[in-house]
């Protein structure tokens, strides 16, 4: 089974384009941080973040076109895929990704106030 179930902040805001048919592809980074902690002994750990990147297709990724923005929370679930290319100078290049197939918005909404 390849399952990745994430919880965090969008980096960079999304990245939509238009492939084949109008089919719609988002991409963006994401943050996950694990929280410190102090050991027994006094010693501090710091905070520790990861970042990913996740790609979202069709319905999703037009969703996110219009709601997710930099800095919003999230939950993710998805798979993994690895990719490899040879960059400009020929050297080979690894890049994991998360195709997502869920997502749901942890962010609380802006409420407009009329004043």
């Given at each position: 089974m390849n399952k990745v179930m994430l919880i965090g902040n969008v980096g960079t805001d999304p990245e939509v384009?238009?492939?084949?048919?109008g089919v719609a592809v988002a991409r963006?980074?994401?943050a996950t941080t694990e929280?410190?902690?102090t050991l027994q002994n006094g010693t501090q750990v710091?905070?520790?973040?990861d970042w990913h990147?996740?790609?979202m297709w069709r319905r999703l990724a037009?969703?996110?076109e219009r709601y997710v923005h930099k800095g919003d929370k999230l939950?993710?679930?998805g798979r993994l895929?690895?990719?490899a290319y040879d960059d400009k100078k020929g050297q080979r290049q690894y890049v994991t990704e998360i195709w997502a197939d869920n997502m749901e918005m942890l962010t609380p909404k802006q409420t407009t106030t009329n004043s």
């Open positions: 384009r238009y492939v084949d048919q963006f980074r994401f929280k410190g902690y710091p905070d520790h973040t990147n996740i790609i037009e969703i996110v939950y993710i679930e895929r690895y990719t």
